[in-house]
C-alpha cells in the first residue's frame, strides 16, 4: 500500500508560480512511476506530468510544456510539481498518482495508476 499526501496548491494571478508537493510512504518509492494530474469542474482528470523511477524520462501533456516541471527526490520519498506561468486555465485540484514502474511505456491514463492523493486545490486568477 502506498499513501500520496500533496501540499503547495492555494490561489496566484495570472503568471505566477507554484510548487506541488506530493510526499508518498507506504513502500520504495524508488519502484514507483509517479503522475500529477488535474480535474476541473465538469471536465475528465487529465494527465499533466509524469517521471519514471529514476527521474530520466518524464512525460508533459502539450498544455503545460514548456511552463511546468516534475522532478523527483528519491531520498525524501517526494515528486514535486513546478508551475510557472500560470494560467487561467490552469485552475483544477490536482492529484498526485502512482502505480509500480512498468518500466518499458509511460503510463499517461488515470485508470492505469493504483493509488491517489486526496488532491490540493490550485486556482489561478485573471
Known amino acids: 500500500q502506498v499513501q500520496l499526501v500533496e501540499s503547495g496548491g492555494g490561489l496566484v494571478q495570472a503568471g505566477g508560480s507554484l510548487r506541488l508537493s506530493c510526499a508518498a510512504s507506504?513502500?520504495?518509492?524508488?519502484?514507483?512511476?509517479m503522475g500529477w494530474f488535474r480535474q476541473a469542474p465538469g471536465k475528465e482528470r487529465e494527465c499533466v506530468a509524469t517521471?519514471?523511477?529514476?527521474?530520466?524520462?518524464?512525460y508533459y501533456a502539450d498544455s503545460v510544456k514548456g511552463r511546468f516541471a516534475i522532478s523527483r527526490d528519491n531520498a525524501k520519498n517526494t515528486v514535486y510539481l513546478q508551475m510557472n506561468s500560470l494560467k487561467p486555465e490552469d485552475t483544477a485540484v490536482y492529484y498526485c498518482?502512482?502505480?509500480?514502474?512498468?518500466?518499458?511505456?509511460?503510463?499517461?491514463?488515470?485508470?492505469?495508476?493504483?493509488?491517489w492523493g486526496q488532491g490540493t486545490q490550485v486556482t489561478v486568477t485573471s
Open positions: 498518482a502512482a502505480l509500480t514502474d512498468p518500466l518499458y511505456y509511460t503510463p499517461t491514463a488515470a485508470n492505469e495508476y493504483r493509488y
Open positions: 517521471i519514471n523511477f529514476g527521474g530520466g524520462r518524464t
Open positions: 507506504g513502500r520504495t518509492f524508488s519502484s514507483l512511476h
